[in-house]
């Protein structure tokens, strides 16, 4: 019978170890062989990364500079779910959709010289943490787990994002994704239902302070007090000591009511932006990160054209081979 052996610790310690150095060995060894390549094919691997540099400097130039643009939207009436399904069409759109009546240019009843500057147009959820109804972080990644009860997707926000060279167009886009969406006809139904019920809700917070503050003028003022004596805790109370307060009532319904009173100013379209489309200061395609990304591709492809020279008789070879 063969004999079982057992791992202990310190053999998948050991094990561990001299994984990570067969790795490391092989990374210098790597190197060592690109700076042999270097070496013997200088006259092809300089001008080659120096091109790669070349062309990174010139596609960070300002006029080429790509920023990304942002910005959170209100909902009145319309959810985040809906929203976001009203805004396929402007997604699929991107870079360029090959029927006319669906670009995103009909669609916003914008001009093709904003249109063409447009890229990765993308709605997002937003989400909120310990559900108080306060907007967190966005789920940029599109993956939140939907079992999560804490955090949940925000109904009523929605995350706008999009890429741009031309930042002095940004009002424009707004403008165009405001008109694409507040004159949609399932956004205007939603709307006017949840305004509707804005205003019925208010009415009836009206009418529950109306009947409380009456009921506690006739408790304080209209009720007779009786003046009876009665001994509790050896204490003699002389009269009607005690009456149901209504301050705590009405102060909470005055505060929904507030509440409601705000949405329905704010309601003033099935969406709105509460802050307006903004780019990072930042550009995507920055000076520094362009010419590093430039220098380190340049070398790569280099190192390759390198390597189809050093073999390419053997490459010949194998191709003549039948």
Not at 20 to 47: A, D, E, H, S
Not at 166 to 178: F, M, N
Not at 277 to 291: D, E, G, T, V
């Amino acid at each position: 019978m063969e004999e079982r052996k057992e791992l202990n610790l310190f053999d998948l310690i050991r094990m561990f170890f001299n994984w990570l150095g067969r790795i490391f060995k092989n990374l210098f060894k790597g190197l060592g062989n690109c700076l042999q390549l270097t070496y013997q094919y200088f006259w092809l691997v300089i001008p080659i990364t120096i091109l790669g540099l070349v062309a990174a400097f010139f596609y960070s130039q300002p006029s080429n500079r790509i920023y990304k643009i942002e910005g959170m939207a209100m909902l009145n009436g319309p959810t985040s779910y809906l929203t976001k399904e009203i805004a396929k069409p402007l997604e699929w759109a991107m870079p360029k959709n090959v029927y006319e009546n669906q670009s995103f240019g009909t669609l916003c009843n914008l001009p093709d010289s904003i249109t063409h500057n447009i890229r990765r147009f993308q709605t997002l959820y937003v989400i909120d943490c310990l559900n108080d109804s306060t907007p967190d972080f966005i789920d940029y990644k599109q993956n939140h787990d939907l079992s999560d009860t804490t955090n949940v997707r925000m109904p009523n926000y929605i995350y706008f994002t999009y890429r741009t060279k031309r930042v002095d167009q940004i009002p424009a886009v707004e403008k165009g994704l405001l008109h694409y969406f507040n004159t949609h006809p399932l956004m205007q139904q939603w709307n006017v239902t949840y305004r509707k019920n804005l205003k019925e809700n208010i009415e009836t917070y009206k009418n529950q302070l109306a009947y409380l503050d009456s009921l506690s003028k006739r408790s304080y003022l209209e009720a007779p007090v009786s003046a009876q004596l009665n001994l509790k805790y050896n204490t003699l109370l002389i009269g009607e000591q005690e009456k149901q307060m209504f301050h705590e009532d009405i102060a909470i319904l005055q505060h929904r009511k507030y509440t409601l009173e705000q949405d329905l100013v704010r309601d003033t379209m099935p969406m709105i932006f509460t802050t307006h489309l903004s780019a990072k200061p930042q550009a995507i395609n920055s000076r520094l990160k362009s010419c590093a990304l430039g220098l380190i591709g340049g070398y790569i492809l280099a190192i390759c054209i390198a390597l189809l020279v050093k073999y390419r008789k053997n490459i010949l070879h194998y191709l003549e081979t039948k």
